[in-house]
């Protein structure tokens, strides 16, 4: 009987030892790796100068939409609450809609602009390179894809 606590305590200890190694290190992670893999400003050769000014950007597009952001939440969860109640108002429910909509076409304009502002730093050739890789389409597997889908290679039989 002691034997078996003894085991099963050893297999917990490595067990949390395991999980506390992956989350201290996430950068490591599989995740990470498919992220960079198919990103393709990581596959154009870009000077250090221009990594850094589309870092710059990046972070200000990110700073921009923020608060939109939030307020598409906001709403979100206030359209929540209206779908919750037995009697839902149409009007207050079509109305969050609209700001819902409303917002998201601010976030892709933001997007749109940052996009373009980031086709500015790069040279011909990386940006011939980069739409070559996906360039635009590239948002990451957690953002949503405005752009219409590439086509079809022809199959090689």
């Not at 490595?14 to 790796?33: C, D, E, S, W």
């Not at 809609?97 to 050739?125: G, N, P, V, Y």
């Amino acid at each position: 009987m002691r034997r078996k606590h003894l085991t099963i305590l050893l297999f917990t200890t490595i067990l949390l030892a395991a999980a506390t190694i992956v989350i201290a290190n996430p950068g490591k992670g599989m995740r990470h790796q498919q992220r960079n893999e198919f990103n393709p400003l990581t596959q154009i050769d870009l000077s250090t100068e221009q990594a850094e000014k589309i870092r710059k950007l990046r972070i200000a597009h990110e700073e921009s939409i923020a608060p939109i952001k939030l307020q598409e939440y906001q709403i979100k969860a206030e359209l929540d609450i209206f779908w919750l109640q037995l009697t839902p108002d149409v009007e207050k429910i079509k109305s969050a809609q609209k700001k819902i909509h409303d917002i998201r076409f601010q976030i892709l304009e933001k997007e749109t602009d940052f996009q373009l502002a980031m086709r500015k730093i790069l040279t011909k050739d990386q940006l011939s390179r980069f739409l070559a890789l996906g360039g635009d389409r590239y948002h990451g597997p957690d953002k949503f894809n405005h752009r219409p889908p590439r086509p079809q290679q022809p199959k090689m039989h």
